[in-house]
């Protein structure tokens, strides 16, 4: 059973590389624009806020696999051509920003009203209040869910082996067609899993614990 | 490719027929996993090491696996232990391991969120703790999780789209086959886009709709 | 069309508004009769093709010995060797290609999308597909073997027609057809990907598999504990996998029916047989069914 964890080690670390690259950048994008669309959706104009509404609602609604499939095949037709990594990466982080726009919504609709009115009072700008007071409040409210979400794009990340991105999964399935020894290769993808999930939940509850002290 | 040549009826009632097992399967393991999540997240928050670790091993390692592994492993590694569930049965089982998990901490998560002072207020009255409990914290952490629980049954619908890995019938299964036979594989997509979209909004809106009148009778 | 840009930027008069609207309406008129008109008026995919330097097929990546991944994450196989045989052909360089691993659902709209110039991904020619893509002729024959596992002690396809079995296979309505001819009894179970049909076999979810007969020599060889029912596919019948494009293409279509056939049956028939040799372990088909001799 080590032989084959030997010989196949190297390209499924090759794999897990690609999962975690694509997680990371996924993380990053995925939450940046889902802030900026949570600004629009709590704080924009009438049609702004539809057009936002719709797009969530749509993403949300379908699997991920489904808006792959759609947005590396279906594309085209439109005359946009993505390739592989270029288009895996941004479909997984416009399946996200979705997902972030919500919890990112949720954080700044739970702070107080009264602040911005305050704030207004003063006689600051919405984009001033937002930077100094507002944002930072929010901050620590999504720091959970946050975590929860890393947890999900890593794992949703096998999916993207359907436009032939080499990842963790897709890479598993190469070797076992090729070794015939499923139980091995499919226990070490298990447990790499495992490990970067909850890697990553352990240091979300530390990030978390350490944004909620000084907090009342 | 016009819009005629995009919808193509004569693959409905099949896709009805998968449709009919998501929500099949959905249902099935939503029942289950609701019921199971609550002992679980009780026993995650024991106070007694011996009752909360291994509930807390179990919410961890359910949560931290993708649910094709769980799915695999229910189908084909029971199968090596000498079991023989049907797939359907599979599918229900690995869909609940996990999304009982999920509920578990929305569960938890809901009753912490209760103001301590409620139960202060029981005692006051001469309640016991389980009075208290089931009388006063477990309604309102219910209410309080019901806007998560029903986006969690939202993921659920979505993820039964991994159990055509193992055979089963459901919408997903159905459009490959489809998709193989006739090379169509974009109008089938779109359509099964589409049904996916209806039956989330359909969830939903019931959310909604149960929200506003549990609220009123608050 | 930039012209007459310019000229609704200077049209400003009243009188010249309806000119300005009418020619606005032909501009919306074209706009969306173009995609038609370029599909008309495009050059060819083989032109295509030369200007970029290098081929782009669509391929399998986990079905041995067709197309399958090896230690040093390079595609081999049966079809990865057929299509660096065309590319040298066309350009002049085995290696002007790169390849698109894709998966079963994928393999269709990756051309249809315009993605891959064509695909080989171990694809049989059925009447339905061929409404939606193009298939050149076959490059070689696909007969259907069964695998079974040596310890279900089934030595013929009548025996194998029995509830306590279970047959699998790819899920497509092929093989459920035959597999309600000729084993009705049997409980069937199906997969999407190579994979799992291999656990399904290995932890006995399946008793039996539906494969080609050089994907099941090849498992047999490399796992101990399956074998193959004696030769069915007199009894069952050949089909065929071909290469598949995305239609309309004639000169691009010509010229891979061409590359196939050639292989087959024309002057690249050593190379075919040596490829056919190295992945299957014995000769192909004859060139010729009939003898020149006198």
């Not at chain 1, 924009?44 to 969530?56: F, S």
């Not at chain 1, 999964?169 to 076992?176: A, D, L, N, R, W």
């Not at chain 2, 009919?20 to 249902?27: M, N, P």
């Not at chain 2, 789209?161 to 489809?178: A, D, F, P």
Request: hydrophobic share 50%.
């Amino acid at each position: 059973m080590f032989d084959t964890l030997r010989e196949s080690g190297w390209l499924l670390l090759e794999g897990t590389m690609w999962t975690i690259l694509l997680s990371l950048v996924t993380l990053l994008l995925g939450g940046v624009m889902g802030f900026l669309l949570a600004l629009i959706r709590v704080y924009g104009v009438w049609p702004l806020r539809a057009v936002v509404d719709a797009y969530v609602y749509v993403v949300r609604g379908i699997p991920l696999l489904l808006l792959l499939f759609f947005m590396y095949y279906g594309l085209p037709y439109m005359g946009i051509d993505l390739p592989t990594l270029p288009g895996g990466i941004a479909v997984m982080s416009l399946y996200f920003t979705a997902l972030m726009c919500e919890i990112w919504r949720g954080a700044l609709q739970s702070l107080p009203r009264g602040q911005l009115e305050a704030a207004r009072a003063l006689g600051m700008r919405l984009p001033l209040a937002l930077t100094i007071i507002l944002v930072p409040q929010a901050v620590r409210a999504v720091a959970g869910p946050l975590v929860n979400m890393a947890v999900l794009i890593v794992k949703s990340t096998s999916l993207v082996s359907i436009i032939g991105l080499s990842e963790l999964t897709m890479v598993g399935h190469e070797i076992i067609e090729r070794t015939f020894k499923p139980f091995e290769i499919l226990g070490a993808i298990a447990v790499i899993y495992f490990s970067i999930c909850y890697g990553l939940s352990r240091l979300g509850k530390a990030i978390e614990e350490k944004v909620q002290y000084g907090n009342p | 490719m016009d819009i005629s040549s995009v919808v193509e009826l004569r693959f409905l009632p099949a896709l009805m027929e998968g449709a009919t097992i998501t929500v099949e399967l959905a249902a099935a393991s939503g029942l289950l996993s609701l019921l199971f999540a609550l002992p679980l997240a009780l026993l995650s928050m024991s106070g007694k090491r011996l009752l909360s670790a291994p509930a807390r091993a179990y919410i961890e390692i359910t949560r931290n696996v993708p649910l094709l592994i769980i799915v695999y492993l229910a189908y084909f590694g029971l199968a090596v232990a000498g079991s023989s569930m049907s797939a359907f049965a599979c599918g229900i089982l690995a869909l609940t391991l996990q999304n009982s998990s999920y509920i578990a901490e929305i569960y938890r998560g809901a009753l912490q969120s209760v103001d301590s002072r409620q139960w202060e207020g029981g005692k006051a009255l001469g309640m016991t703790a389980v009075q208290t409990f089931t009388i006063a914290i477990l309604p309102q952490a219910l209410l309080k999780s019901l806007p998560a629980l029903f986006n969690q049954i939202v993921l659920l619908l979505k993820d039964t789209s991994v159990i055509s890995v193992i055979s089963v019938g459901e919408l997903l299964m159905q459009s490959k086959t489809l998709s193989e036979k006739t090379a169509s594989t974009y109008e089938l997509f779109l359509m099964v886009g589409a049904i996916y979209l209806i039956l989330t909004t359909l969830v939903t809106l019931t959310g909604r709709v149960l929200e506003r009148y549990l609220s009123f009778s608050h | 069309m930039e012209q007459m840009v310019l000229y609704l930027k200077l049209a400003d008069h009243h009188e010249e508004r309806t000119v300005k609207r009418f020619l606005v309406a032909a501009m919306w008129v074209f706009a969306s009769g173009a995609g038609m008109a370029t599909a008309v008026a495009q050059e060819s995919r083989l032109d295509v093709v030369m200007q970029r330097g290098k081929l782009i097929v669509a391929v399998n990546d986990s079905s041995p010995p067709f197309a399958f991944v090896d230690k040093n994450n390079q595609l081999v196989g049966f079809e990865i060797d057929l299509a660096h045989t065309i590319a040298r052909d066309l350009l002049g360089d085995p290696n002007k290609i790169e390849f698109m691993r894709v998966q079963s659902e994928g393999r269709f709209p990756s051309v249809l999308s315009g993605k891959a110039d064509f695909a080989i991904a171990g694809t049989t020619v059925y009447t339905a597909r061929a409404a939606r893509v193009a298939f050149t002729r076959p490059y070689m024959d696909s007969g259907l073997a069964i695998l079974v596992r040596k310890d279900a002690h089934v030595t013929s396809l009548d025996a194998l027609n029995d509830p306590k079995f279970v047959m699998s296979g790819q899920n497509n309505p092929q093989n459920a057809e035959r597999a309600a001819r000729y084993v009705p009894k049997a409980k069937t179970v199906w997969f999407n990907s190579p994979d799992d049909i291999l656990l399904a076999l290995k932890t006995g979810r399946a008793t039996a598999a539906m494969t080609d007969v050089p994907v099941a020599d090849y498992l047999v060889s490399k796992n101990p504990e399956l074998t193959v029912l004696p030769d069915l596919v007199e009894k069952l019948g050949y089909s065929n996998n071909a290469i598949f494009m995305k239609p309309g293409d004639f000169t691009w279509w010509l010229f891979l029916d061409t590359a196939v056939n050639e292989l087959r049956n024309g002057s690249n028939y050593a190379e075919y047989s040596d490829l056919y040799r190295k992945w299957f372990g014995h000769n192909p088909p004859p060139q010729r069914f009939y003898s020149s001799a006198k």
